[in-house]
Nanobody, 126 residues
Framework: QVQLVESGGGLVQTGASLRLSCAAS????????VGWFRQAPGKEREFVAR????????DYLESVKGRFTISRDSAKNLVSLQMNSLEPDDTAVYYC???????????????????WGRGTQVTVSS
């Protein structure tokens, strides 16, 4: 089974860039769609971005569209989230996830997630 771990979070200023990585062990990510989600204190976990198993299809939360880019490197068994022009509202714990099924677009609804990483904290100061 796939085990996921996130990295790359940190404390940055408004307008800065940060790149998050999702690494997999146990199984390759090559055949899984992968989603990024985030959760701020007191708020529900929300979808941020996803990438299909093939890497050909991506999807984004409207508020991050044009600022965030999701990509995958199958050779390194990684999925990354490049975050530019960060805003205080982006502050949250970020999680990567799969729906546990091969050949999908990746999860968009948290209810469809079958495997979560442990999360990485992103804090954007104003």
């Amino acid at each position: 089974q796939v085990q996921l771990v996130e990295s790359g979070g940190g404390l940055v200023q408004t307008g800065a860039s940060l790149r998050l990585s999702c690494a997999a062990s146990g199984r390759t990510l090559s055949f899984y769609g992968v989603g990024w989600f985030r959760q701020a204190p007191g708020k529900e976990r929300e979808f941020v971005a996803r990438i299909s198993w093939s890497g050909e299809v991506t999807d984004y939360l409207e508020s991050v569209k044009g600022r965030f880019t999701i990509s995958r490197d199958s050779a390194k068994n990684l999925v990354s989230l490049q975050m530019n022009s960060l805003e205080p509202d982006d502050t949250a714990v970020y999680y990567c996830a799969t729906d546990g099924t091969f050949y999908t677009l990746g999860p968009r609804d948290p209810r469809n997630v079958r495997s979560w990483g442990r999360g990485t904290q992103v804090t954007v100061s104003s």
